[in-house]
């Protein structure tokens, strides 16, 4: 382990501010940014095509200032944590900020600058006033494809195998599209006619923040708005800082795993040490840190950067109206070469899936109370695809999955949900899946049994089977399904992420990873999404609640013998009671 | 030849409004009995039921929270739910999503519990064929566990049944022919429309309200026969028209949003009646602020609706609600910045300068504290405590450094522009430039804003309608009756594929209008479609030209070129060389009751207006100075107030600030102008 240490910090305070701090223009001003990045969220969904964008919400906007500091972001974490970098790479790409006019968009997909894989394009338009920027207006989304071995592969061993790399150019030129590019994005996508319609959402989505940003001027003028967006960067770091210092000083410790490299089989573990000092925090990946490897789970810098600062926030209690002073008090140290800061051409299509927000939180967990036990880990995704019947144009269909999220230390967990990282998407309805492609779905239920017993229990995780009713592609990905969410304080850890091939021969097979499988027609695809760990020993459930559960079929009698033997319900009369 | 009554039961009040060809406007209060809502109703009709004015009426119009409050309060029947072999957990699996970025968010629980959740073994593909029969034993199977479980009402939502309802019809006969007597709900009743979860939810939602909603409907009938009341009973329903008793009894989940649609059909009137293309119905009261915008004199709605987070697949006045009010806190936050709510003060201990032991400073308070509320004499023999409301904002203002004035003023801004900030969206997002837009306020504290909101938002003007007070009650009146329908029909968008979306039309008028109208004149139909670009996924809903027996008039081009227009207003784009699909057709029939004159009898007193001012603060002059004070009672049509000027009435208070002019239209509102900036 050779390469040197990066250190990350979010960009400082770098205004002094001319007047006396107004609390009441910056929280006008800061309710106001957020909701125009709500008009551009929803700008953007209502006329996007692909169902990423309309359906799953995959994509995140965000307002920034002339520094690349963002502004506010309403959801999206890992993006929205992850933006700033984006935007600062696109501008130096094309010469700088003097290089920029009014109407220029730019477009970036470069997983090295943004931290994310290449279908997550971020778009980048600067806003003037005059002759003076303001800031920017950006969205990163997920499109559907962007060329690559097989839409959203998970097995390259090189990032050209990924699709077009896009490394911060003009899209339009001072309102003028350039064609030649458009061309150039439209010729390497699986699908030109979904590209095209979610390129004019996305920059109709940038044009309403632009739009909302210029109200603001109007009213306020540019100084004071500047001296507002000041203030609401330090207030960001304020409240961070405050909630550090609720955090007992100390060095913290969490040993995570993923579950392979996508191409392989091995476990590889990692090592994440969190050092609270006063009210900073320092999270440092360096410890026997893996080398970069050779499938594309690699997590680029910023990424690694945005999934702590993702656990972090949402540690804090602070996660939904979000900006870079939130940041400020997070420093992040990874080390060249390693699996968290790679070099290109490295592969990174998987990015930061694997590790996930939840061991940045495990470190944490014994001195912030509200952090809860392991979830179902952030991902079991599928992705499908096929030729459309007859004159039908070629279909694709992304779904990511819910699963079971850890019990906390006053509740049991709640429903099946996404998890931190994706917390703003929805499964696709059951009815429109079928309605679109040539996909049975033969089931999609709460999963018995598969939550950890502990004094409060895990969420229950989900069963999800899917039949082809034609020939068809799919790539799917399951993480944490080695290493099963863990309980904490004595619970029991829940039931791991799985996927199963059934094929018509009655062959079965276990995968975590595939990419760009061929199904035939009868193929089913069962997708298991784990469930939550459990909170405190399982001998101190109480009894009614475990009655409770036998009766509404979350627990079969066979588990709750063996989970909570102790309480065996039969013993007490009050149970009996409580099932019928 | 008019007489009609309508009556709102709130939250605290139940208003009464009459209207009488003899006597003209008449409006009582009463105190709202929420364990059974027909007494209030019974107690305010009372106030006019001795003169006879109840008993000539041939109308009555209501709007209650029967339904919503079953849902917020999960008390309703106890339910069972049948779904398809495979999908028991569509209730509770929801969409997945999280509410909020929180560690340890969670939504509320399902209104069916698993174990009163079973499936039957069938299967209905996408496009209406029978993949699998209906296995007859597993509906018996599952009434004997609803019977050992004392289920009231069985909700059956099976997949597909949009497409095909065959399987939901045999399930409801077997439940029957094996004896079941409750309630049932089948889905494709509710809605012929696709998504699970949400036509689940609906029909779920359907059967939880129906013995709360019919008891309640029984009940009143008999206190109205008390009252020797013979006319006909209209229910407001969520999308903004009347409904029947009857269609209520068949479809009582329509009822959901019956109480806040009352301000905004007011809303619609006034606006239809000044000619305005765009308002905003803005309605403040106590702890919530609901926008509606009305574009050419119809609330905007949507294709779903949503209850304490359960979405009803209806049509829906698209009510958005904030968390801003008159008992709005204010507080200092984490990081030291001002905050005002959504926290409120509530009823009790309300805000400090009720005197009811409230020590958090509100907008209340704010608002007393700078004079805006008058002298404060409120309804119901209120006093305001204005040291109470300066103590109680030098609280949260010494650690910043602010006195009570800068505090209050400072707790105003803020929440003038949330409001601001919600109806900008309303309006953006359909693509309307909020300047364009007349503000419609009321509510009790949506009159003192409206010259603030002005300013904030750019806009032309606004109105404060008359009775402010009384206006859901008011805006009950002028409602039509109207009955809905729709269905998902997807087709490309060609003259050939046309052919079914007339069918699908034929269909649902038959279905509309096979019961007949009780009251009101000739059936008027109406009918959208939802269209899309063939990549894209979400829709927009264009109106449709027809015949006058429903016919459908538009060809595919039209159709087009009017999506196309559209989209380009609501986006800014449009993508060219993209085919069209349709996805749904919605038909509905309205039917107008006949109009009530608007115009208020000229109540100028016989002594001219007491001159009287007081000193408030001017946000425009940014400084103290003295603000006429008028009784609104004391004002004619065609008086005119020029600002600053405050305008008390016994429920709400006008603040005009300086450079704004009132003047009484002959509706009895007031229309707000900005003289000057």
Redesign the interface.
């Known amino acids: 382990m050779t390469g040197s240490i990066t250190e990350v910090r979010a960009a400082p305070a770098v205004r002094s501010i001319e007047r006396d701090v107004d609390p009441v223009t910056t929280e006008i001003v800061r309710q106001a940014l957020a909701s125009a990045t709500r008009q551009m969220d929803l700008t953007l969904s209502r006329s996007a095509c692909s169902q990423a964008m309309t359906e799953s919400s995959d994509f995140c906007s965000g307002l920034f200032d002339a520094d690349a500091r963002l502004l506010v972001a309403n959801r999206g974490a890992l993006f929205a944590l992850s933006m700033s970098f984006g935007v600062t790479a696109a501008v130096d790409a094309v010469g700088g900020r003097a290089s920029l006019r009014d109407g220029d968009v730019l477009v970036i997909n470069d997983g090295f600058l943004t931290g994310t894989h290449k279908n997550d394009i971020q778009i980048v338009c600067p806003l003037f006033v005059g002759e003076t920027l303001l800031g920017y207006s950006s969205v990163r989304a997920h499109f559907l494809d962007v060329g690559g071995k097989e839409p959203l592969a998970t097995d390259t061993t090189d990032f050209h195998q990924e699709g077009l790399t896009l490394p911060g150019v003009y899209l339009e030129r001072a309102g003028e599209r350039c064609d030649d590019l458009w061309r150039v994005l439209l010729s390497n996508t699986r699908y030109p006619r979904e590209m095209a319609g979610d390129f004019e959402a996305v920059m109709a989505g940038c044009r309403a923040g632009g739009r909302a940003m210029g109200r603001l001027v109007a009213r306020y003028g540019l100084d004071r708005l500047l001296d507002a967006t000041e203030h609401i960067l330090n207030h960001g770091e304020a409240s961070m800082r405050s909630f550090l210092r609720s955090v007992p000083d100390g060095e913290y410790r969490a040993d995570g795993a993923f579950d392979d490299d996508g191409i392989g089989d091995e476990l590889i573990p990692f090592t994440i040490d969190v050092s609270v000092q006063g009210d900073e925090v320092v999270v440092d990946l360096t410890h026997d840190a893996p080398p970069e490897q050779h499938g594309p789970v690699n997590c680029p810098l910023p990424v690694t950067v945005a999934i702590v600062r993702t656990a972090i926030v949402s540690a804090s209690g602070s996660a939904n109206l979000i900006n870079e002073g939130h940041m400020r008090p997070i420093v992040v140290r990874a080390r060249e070469g390693t699996m968290f800061h790679p070099r290109t051409p490295a592969p990174i299509n998987l990015y930061g899936w694997a590790f996930d927000i939840d061991f940045v939180l495990r470190a944490l967990s014994d001195v912030v109370p509200a952090i809860p036990a392991g979830g179902c880990g952030d991902i079991g995704a599928t992705m499908w695809w096929g030729e459309g019947d007859g004159d039908a144009a070629p279909w694709a269909m992304l779904e990511d999955h819910p699963g079971g999220q850890g019990a906390s230390r006053v509740a049991d967990g709640g429903p099946p949900t996404f998890p931190l990282v994706t917390a703003g998407m929805r499964k696709l309805p059951i009815e429109v899946w079928e309605a679109s492609a040539p996909i049975r779905v033969e089931s999609y239920e709460l999963a018995p049994d598969s939550a950890g017993a502990g004094r409060h229990r895990g969420g229950l995780g989900i069963d999800v089977t899917y039949r082809a009713l034609g020939d068809c592609r799919l790539t799917a990905i399951a993480e944490r399904s080695k290493l099963a969410p863990w309980g904490l304080d004595g619970g029991l850890p829940g039931r791991a992420n799985a996927i199963t091939i059934g094929y018509p021969d009655g062959r079965q097979e276990h995968l975590t990873k595939v990419s760009g499988l061929r199904l035939t027609e009868g193929t089913t695809v069962t997708v298991r999404m784990g469930g939550g760990g459990g909170y405190g020993p399982p001998s101190e459930r109480d009894p009614k609640r475990i009655a409770e559960d036998l009766a509404e079929g979350y627990l079969s009698e066979q588990a709750c013998m063996r989970d909570y033997a102790e309480q065996a319900p039969n013993a007490d009369p009050a149970l009996t009671e409580a099932k019928a | 030849m008019t007489h009609r009554f309508a009556v709102d039961v709130g939250g605290t009040f139940t208003d009464l409004v009459l209207y009488d060809d003899a006597v003209g406007w008449r409006v009582e209060k009463a105190s709202t009995t929420p364990a059974a809502p027909e007494q209030g109703v019974s107690d305010v009709l009372r106030h006019v039921a001795d003169e006879g004015l109840v008993a000539r009426s041939p109308l009555f119009l209501h709007g209650n929270t029967v339904a919503l409050n079953a849902l917020l309060e999960r008390d309703g029947a106890r339910l069972g739910l049948l779904a398809t072999?495979?999908?028991?957990?569509?209730l509770?699996?929801?969409?997945?999503?999280?509410g909020?970025?929180?560690?340890?968010?969670?939504?509320s629980p399902s209104l069916v519990?698993?174990?009163r959740r079973l499936v039957v073994t069938e299967r209905v593909?996408?496009d209406g064929s029978v993949l699998t029969p209906l296995v007859e034993a597993d509906v018996a199977d599952a009434l004997d566990t609803f019977r050992a479980a004392d289920v009231e009402a069985i909700a059956v939502a099976l997949?597909?049944a949009?497409a095909n309802p065959v399987h939901e019809l045999e399930v409801e006969r077997q439940l029957r022919a094996l004896g079941f007597d409750g309630e049932i709900s089948l889905s494709h009743r509710l809605s012929r429309e696709?998504?699970?979860?949400?036509r689940t939810s609906t029909t779920v939602v359907d059967a939880f309200v129906r013995p709360k909603v019919s008891g309640y409907l029984q009940r009143l009938g008999e206190r109205l026969e008390q009252i020797d009341f013979s006319g006909h009973t209209l229910l407001a329903s969520s999308s903004g028209g009347a409904m029947t008793v009857g269609d209520a009894r068949q479809r009582p989940f329509e009822t959901t949003q019956s109480g806040p649609v009352g301000g905004v059909a007011g809303a619609a009137r006034l606006a239809a009646d000044l000619g305005l293309e765009s308002a905003i119905a803005a309605d403040l009261g106590g702890t919530s602020f609901d926008a509606c915008l009305i574009t050419d004199g119809r609330p905007r709605l949507r294709h779903e609706g949503e209850v304490a987070g359960m979405p009803l697949q209806i049509p829906w006045v698209d009510i958005r609600s904030i968390g801003a009010g008159g008992g709005s806190l204010a507080y200092l936050?984490?990081?030291?910045?001002?905050?005002?709510g959504p926290q409120s003060a509530g009823a009790m201990p309300g805000p400090a300068c009720y005197g009811r032991g409230g020590s958090q400073p509100t907008v209340t308070d704010a608002a007393a504290a700078l004079g805006m509320l008058g002298r404060g004499k409120l309804a119901g023999g209120v006093a305001l405590d204005f040291a109470a409301a300066a103590a109680a904002l030098r609280t949260v203002g010494e650690p910043?450094g602010?006195d009570a004035e800068q505090l209050a003023?400072?707790v105003l801004?803020?929440v003038t522009?949330?409001m601001a900030?919600?109806l900008?969206?309303v309006t953006?997002?359909e693509g309307r430039d909020p300047r364009e837009a007349t503000l419609i306020a009321f509510g009790g504290a949506g009159p003192l804003f409206a010259t603030l909101l002005c300013d904030e938002l750019d806009l032309v003007g606004a109105i404060v309608p008359p009775l402010a007070g009384n206006f859901s009650a008011w805006g009950l009146m002028q409602q039509d009756v109207v009955r809905g329908a729709s269905r998902t029909v997807?087709a490309p968008l060609e003259d050939a594929a046309l052919a079914t979306v007339g069918s699908a039309l034929a269909e649902s008028f038959e279905e509309l209008l096979r019961d007949p109208f009780e009251e009101g004149g000739e059936p008027q139909l109406e009918a959208t479609v939802d269209l899309r670009?063939?990549?894209?996924?979400?829709t927009l809903t264009v109106p449709l030209q027809l015949a006058a027996d429903g016919g459908l008039r538009d060809d595919a081009g039209t159709l087009a070129s009017r999506f196309t227009e559209e989209?380009r207003r609501?986006?800014?784009?449009v993508?060219d060389g993209?085919a069209m699909r349709v996805t749904a057709v919605r038909a509905s029939v309205r039917v107008p009751l006949p109009p009530v004159d608007l115009t208020v009898t000229d109540t100028r007193p016989a002594s001219a207006p007491p001159e009287d001012e007081t000193v408030a603060f001017s946000f425009r002059r940014g400084e103290r100075c003295a603000f006429r004070l008028v009784e609104r009672a004391h004002l004619a049509v065609g008086d005119r107030v020029a600002g600053p000027a405050i305008l008390t009435e016994p429920t709400t208070t006008t603040y005009l600030d300086a450079g704004f002019s009132a003047e009484v239209l002959p509706t009895g509102a007031l229309t707000i102008k900005a003289e000057e900036r």
């Not at chain 2, 072999?85 to 569509?90: A, E, Q, T």
């Not at chain 2, 509770?92 to 999280?98: L, M, V």
């Not at chain 2, 936050?333 to 005002?340: K, Q, S, T």
């Not at chain 2, 670009?533 to 979400?538: A, I, N, V």
């Open positions: 072999r495979g999908f028991r957990d569509v509770e699996i929801a969409h997945g999503d999280r909020a970025i929180a560690l340890d968010w969670r939504p519990p698993r174990r593909a996408a997949l597909n949009y696709l998504r699970e979860y949400e936050d984490e990081g030291g910045l001002l905050r005002v910043i602010m003023q400072g801004e803020i522009a949330h900030d919600a900008r969206e953006i997002e997807i670009y063939d990549s894209q996924s979400h989209h609501a986006f800014g784009h993508l993209e």
